[in-house]
């Protein structure tokens, strides 16, 4: 049973529009929320991460939210660009060594 | 510096068979793992090592083993292949506890 569930499976979005892709997870020990981006052929790299301690965290046109008590967080993509389009992956770990990752959702950003 | 490197690109093996997935970092991180990603699955943690010497188990370890001589070096064994373990690998390592993980490009294993 996955740790961190991911919706949507898939996402298409037009260019200028907002991506918003979701994450649940049931351990409340989890102290890091990382976002990871992955194009074909290509291991993933980190985009953007988040520690509990706050609700939001901005770096250009992406943004997480993190709501504590809901148990989710969720990965914004503002102004969408067709070079967007690859598969995002939400994960959690517990001192960055266990990390768990959600099942990815394969965003395409329609130009 | 070349990163996380990871041999062979592309494996296919029968049922039974044995094999080693290499993987090199030059970036002198202590930190590596490994995982597989397969579909609707996500990237599962395989077996991970916070340093030479230092090994310790993930989310899916059975039927895999690993060791770490050295720091730059963590190849992953499959002893016995079986066709459940038709997966891309990907090695991943970091250098400290805050850092982000850098992933490499992955190794495509088919078991017939």
């Known amino acids: 049973q996955q740790q961190v569930k991911q919706s949507p499976q898939s996402l298409i979005v037009q260019k200028g529009g907002i991506s918003i892709i979701n994450c649940a997870y049931e351990?409340?020990?989890?102290?890091?929320f990382p976002w990871y981006q992955q194009f074909p052929g290509k291991g993933p790299a980190l985009l953007i991460a988040?520690?509990?301690?706050?609700s939001e965290k901005k770096e250009g046109r992406f943004t997480i939210s993190f709501n504590k008590s809901a148990k989710q967080f969720s990965l914004h993509i503002m102004d969408s660009q067709p070079g967007d389009s690859a598969t995002y992956f939400c994960?959690?770990?517990?001192?960055?060594?266990?990390?768990?990752f959600g099942a990815g959702t394969r965003l395409t950003v329609k130009p | 510096n070349a990163g996380v490197t990871q041999t062979p690109k592309f494996q296919v093996l029968k049922t039974g068979q044995s094999m080693t997935l290499q993987c090199a970092q030059d970036?002198?991180?202590?930190?590596m793992s490994w995982y597989r990603q397969d579909p609707g699955m996500g990237l599962r943690l395989i077996h991970y090592?916070?340093?030479?010497?230092?090994?310790d188990q993930g989310e899916v370890p059975n039927g895999y083993n690993v060791s770490r001589s050295t720091t730059e070096d963590f190849p992953l064994r499959l002893l016995s292949a079986a066709p459940s373990q038709t997966s891309v690998y990907f090695c991943?390592?970091?250098?400290?506890?805050?850092?982000?993980?850098?992933f490499g490009n992955g190794t495509r294993l088919t078991v017939t």
């Open positions: 970036m002198n991180h202590e930190y």
């Open positions: 994960a959690a770990s517990i001192d960055n060594n266990d990390m768990r």
């Open positions: 090592s916070v340093g030479a010497g230092i090994t």
């Open positions: 351990n409340t020990a989890f102290d890091y």
């Open positions: 988040i520690r509990p301690d706050v």
């Open positions: 991943a390592s970091r250098e400290r506890f805050s850092s982000p993980l850098h």
